[in-house]
């Protein structure tokens, strides 16, 4: 069983600024592309970025220019700064490889963003 760990979520009013951190095996992560996905209330679990293995980055277009993704291969991390927040960026948060394997899911970091 593969365990991903998220963190750095919480409550941040709108316009604000949140940055996840997720630590995963080094065997599931240096030759592989990275991502943090998102779900939002009543909705399924949905993309939002990811950074391949060379440290190439691609958006969904709801966060491009509001969040950066980044990767640390010698601590096996990965990143999400989340800036200029909005409600609609309330999820719960979870990283992952690309594509996602079923049993790498972690618990998630939860974001709320509200005044």
């Known amino acids: 069983q593969v365990q991903l760990v998220e963190s750095g979520g919480g409550l941040v009013q709108p316009g604000g600024s949140l940055r996840l951190t997720c630590s995963a095996p080094?065997?599931?992560?240096?030759?592989?592309?990275m991502a943090w996905y998102r779900q939002r209330p009543g909705e399924s679990r949905d993309w939002v970025a990811h950074v391949t293995s060379r440290g190439m980055a691609t958006y969904k277009d709801a966060v491009r220019g509001r969040f950066t993704i980044s990767r640390d291969n010698a601590k096996n991390t990965v990143t999400l700064q989340m800036n200029s927040l909005k409600p609609e960026d309330t999820a719960v948060y979870y990283c992952?490889?690309?594509?996602?394997?079923?049993?790498?899911w972690g618990q998630g970091t939860l974001v709320t963003v509200s005044s």
């Open positions: 992952n490889r690309i594509p996602p394997p079923d049993n790498y």
């Open positions: 080094g065997n599931i992560f240096s030759q592989f592309a």
